[in-house]
Every structure is written in structure tokens, then in C-alpha cells.
């Protein structure tokens, strides 16, 4: 467990910092890139989950929130997976790493959510209630995020763990759900509507 005692440390004033193996690298590494967006991705989620925590117990919003606590503690598992690159004789069952089951959670996640959401006939414009508006920033982000991590991949691709990507993937599909749910199971979503404002 990792142990704050100090917030600034001056070791980053000249532009550089550490990774979780302890090398150092400039902060617009895109390994650091992408750290830092699954990072942002999980402070959108936190904003979401404060709108879903307010909700009565047993309601919608009180079991998304459930799972969104859930998410934002994987959400930081990813981070960490990033933050140490993967090394030839590393013993990789002492590594904090992003595994298969975590990435099959959101599976099914998004397989209940998605039974009681009635089919889209067209593009869902990012909106509705507070809480599907934020999951829909949360959704965004993540995919920002999983862009990035495809790009560190392609760049070092023995040293990364490809289930990131995949987890993040899994992530941005589950959070568009989510907020169709958080939209009163679809029927509160705002359907795009392709020239709706085009002038003859």
C-alpha cells in the first residue's frame, strides 16, 4: 500500500517523472499521457457518481452508484498497470495488472443494463438528466483514454498489457448504457436528428 507523506516533492520542477518502476521520463511521455487520461476519465466518473449517490436507497441511482464505485476502483488498478511497464524477468503474479475478469465484469454489466433499454433507432446526442449527462463526459474521456493506450501499445507494445485496452474499451461502451439507464431507461434520451437545423 502506498504511503502519502508528502504532496509536493520538487522532482518533477524540471519537467520529468517517475514511473512505478521507479525510472524517470518526461511528463508528456505518452506513457504518462495515458496514465494521466484514465486518471481524468475516473475524476468525470467521480463526478457522476456524487449524482448517484444522491439518489434514495434501492433506487436506479443508488445501484449505479454501487457499480460506478466499483469501476473507479479499476479505474485506478488500470493506472497503475500503465504506470509500471511490463519487463522481461519480472515476476508478473507480484504486478498489480488489469486481468480478463475485470474487463468480462462490464460485459456483463452491460449485457443486464442493456435488457431493459429499448432498441435505438438513431445516435443518441450526449444529454438528458444530470446524472446521463455526466456519464456521457465519463464515456468520452474513457474513450480518450482507450485512444491513447492503443497508441502506447503500438509505441511499446511488449511492455504494455493489451487488456487495458480492452477494459477501457469494455468502460466507454458500459457508461453509454449507463446513461441511456440513467435517461429513464432510454426513454428520456435525446435522439440526434441528422440536419435538423439546415437552412434551403
Not at 77 to 101: F, H, W, Y
Request: net charge neutral.
Amino acid at each position: 500500500m502506498a504511503r502519502l507523506t508528502r504532496i509536493y516533492t520538487k522532482t518533477g520542477d524540471t519537467g520529468s517523472t517517475g514511473l512505478g518502476d521507479g525510472s524517470r521520463v518526461r511528463k508528456d511521455d505518452i506513457r504518462v499521457e495515458t496514465y494521466g487520461t484514465v486518471d481524468e476519465a475516473n475524476a468525470a466518473l467521480g463526478v457522476a457518481l456524487s449524482i448517484a449517490s444522491a439518489s434514495a436507497p434501492g433506487t436506479r441511482g443508488a445501484r449505479l452508484a454501487d457499480l460506478l464505485r466499483s469501476i473507479q476502483n479499476d479505474l485506478f488498478d488500470v493506472g497503475a498497470d500503465l504506470c509500471v511497464p511490463i519487463e522481461k524477468n519480472q515476476d508478473q503474479s507480484k504486478m498489480l495488472r488489469v486481468t480478463t475478469g475485470q474487463t468480462e465484469r462490464l460485459e456483463k454489466a452491460i449485457d443486464q443494463a442493456n435488457e431493459h433499454l429499448a432498441p435505438l433507432s438513431n445516435f443518441v446526442l450526449p444529454g438528458g438528466s444530470p446524472l446521463a449527462s455526466a456519464l456521457h463526459v465519463a464515456r468520452t474521456v474513457t474513450r480518450r483514454a482507450e485512444r491513447l493506450c492503443v497508441t502506447l501499445h503500438e509505441h511499446d507494445k511488449p511492455r504494455t498489457n493489451p487488456e487495458s485496452i480492452r477494459y477501457l474499451n469494455r468502460l466507454s461502451d458500459l457508461l453509454f448504457v449507463l446513461a441511456r439507464v440513467a435517461n429513464d431507461n432510454g426513454a428520456g434520451d435525446i435522439l440526434w436528428v441528422p440536419g435538423a437545423n439546415r437552412t434551403s
